[in-house]
DNA sequence: AAAGCTTTCAACCGCTCGGTT
DNA sequence: GAACCGAGCGGTTGAAAGCTT
């Protein structure tokens, strides 16, 4: 279980893409579409394997993709968005239109989680550095009201940091998150599996 | 100028999930 | 229901770039 049958294949290249490969994914699902991810290469004349190949796609060739640096809002989405979702990044690169995953995920482990440190705030739980030192066991039963607490304390810096306008922005957006749906206890379900990813 | 250290980011790995047989 | 397979996800790694001494 959870092998994949490309793993097997030999002479498959590893690493960094070069141009020539890059141009010939490009023009393979351009033409075709990507289809079966696993024939993909074989079609493309690729020896890559076709996760290999979907990755490249995703995350560098796909042609709506903004790349480039980060907005401030774009930071400050990702930031409370992480509040809700925990590291949920592909669920948080849905709201980011032209960002992948990969990138949001390299962008908070390099630069956001840092950023929230400096702000004093804990970059797991979102609360205040010093209340997360204290209070180890908090009652799992307030998890959803302190996870909206800590949305409006984050806001509150914000606004402190940022344009008025922004911020404006900013304080709207709570509520078309609560509105698209998110349920707060997804917080749980991620943390379990990060359990479950550390026992492996 | 160069060596060492830090940061960034592309890509890989291992795993889970959902569909199919 | 079990086994298989492909797609997708999140964590991790390692090379390259940037920075500091």
Redesign the pocket.
Known sequence: ??R??C?YKQKL?????SPEEDEKLLRHITKYG?????SVPKQAGLQ?C???C???WI??LRPDLKRGTFSQEEENLIIELHAVLG?????IAAQLPGRT???I???W???LK?KLRQRGIDPVTHKPISEVENVEDIDTSAKSRDKMSVLSNELDLLKAENSNQEATLLEQRPSSIASQGYPLEVQGSSSS??T???N?
């Open positions: 279980m959870g994949h049958s793993c290249r590893k690493g960094l893409w990507h289809g079966c991810w696993s890559r076709g996760k290999s979907r990755l490249r995350n560098y590291n949920r990044w592909s669920q995953d990969n990138e995920k390299n962008l482990n390099s630069c840092k599996k990060i479950n990813n550390n492996s």
